[in-house]
């Protein structure tokens, strides 16, 4: 059996395209070297902790902007799905569909609660395109936005 590689850090960001809540084609690869960027996979949209962090990352958003940092959230949920959530929590930041979870398995995202919800996991990535920060936590959405901000002022 092929077990997925989980990056690390100090392992290169993984090139993909994605598309936003707009239907916008986002290339990651074209922000390498230009931004600092934050990738956030969450498991769905609408759910409390979900809801809990989406908003903490849009309250937040102009300090990581400081940071010349860019936010993007990541989940299986489609376009249409995205467009409503960030509408309704005037999210000021993308968020991408990974229907098949092709980008998720490409970071080796792991699921919890004994593999039944997709997991929760932040990366930070350098202008290098380098994987300088990771934070894991399921159940503490919140604590993601405090953390990377922590390390970003570093």
Known sequence: MNKKKTLKV???CPSFS???QKGEKIDISNIIGRKNILI???PKDETYGCTQQACSYRDAYDEFLE???EVFGISSDDKKSHDNFSNKHNLNFDILSDVNNEVRNMFGVPRSLFGLVSGRVTYLIDKKGNIVWIFNSQINAKKHIEEALNFLKK
Do not use: M, R
């Open 67 to 69: 940071y010349d940092c």
């Open 40 to 42: 956030y996979f969450y």
């Open 18 to 20: 994605l598309n936003n």
């Open 10 to 12: 100090g392992d290169k």
